[in-house]
C-alpha cells in the first residue's frame, strides 16, 4: 500500500517562501521517479519539478526556473519542494506523485506518467 501525505502549503505574501513535503509510504522514494504538479480550478495539472532515483531532477523551466528546487532526504523518505520568490500565479493546489517503476531512467511530464498521489496542499501567494 502506497501512501502520499504532502504538508507546508499555506498562505505568504508575493515574495516570500514555502517549503512542501511529501512524506511516502509502502515505497522507497530513493528508487522512484517522484515529482510535483500544480493544479488551479478549471485547468490541467501542471508539471513542476521531478527528481529521479539517481537524483536527476528537472523543473518545468518556464514558470519555475531559478525559483523553486526539488530534492529528497532518504532518511526520512520523503521529497521537498523549496519555493521561494512566491508569485500570485504560483498559487496553486500542489500535489506529490510517485512513478512505479523501479530504478527508472527518463523524463516524464504528464499526470498520466505517474501512478500513485496525494491528496494535495493548497498554496495561496497574495499580491
Known amino acids: 500500500q502506497v501512501a502520499l501525505v504532502e504538508s507546508g502549503g499555506g498562505l505568504v505574501q508575493t515574495g516570500g517562501s514555502l517549503r512542501l513535503s511529501c512524506a511516502a509510504s509502502?515505497?522507497?522514494?530513493?528508487?522512484?521517479?517522484m515529482a510535483w504538479f500544480r493544479q488551479v480550478p478549471g485547468k490541467e495539472r501542471e508539471f513542476v519539478a521531478a527528481?529521479?532515483?539517481?537524483?536527476?531532477?528537472?523543473y518545468n523551466e518556464d514558470s519555475v526556473k531559478g525559483r523553486f528546487t526539488i530534492s529528497r532526504d532518504n532518511a526520512k523518505n520523503t521529497v521537498f519542494l523549496q519555493m521561494n520568490s512566491l508569485k500570485p500565479e504560483d498559487t496553486a493546489v500542489y500535489y506529490c506523485?510517485?512513478?512505479?517503476?523501479?530504478?527508472?531512467?527518463?523524463?516524464?511530464?504528464?499526470?498520466?506518467?505517474?501512478?500513485?498521489w496525494g491528496q494535495g496542499t493548497q498554496v495561496t501567494v497574495s499580491s
Open positions: 506523485a510517485m512513478r512505479d517503476v523501479f530504478l527508472e531512467n527518463g523524463h516524464y511530464y504528464t499526470p498520466s506518467d505517474y501512478d500513485y
Open positions: 509502502g515505497r522507497t522514494v530513493s528508487r522512484y521517479s
Open positions: 527528481i529521479r532515483w539517481n537524483r536527476g531532477i528537472t
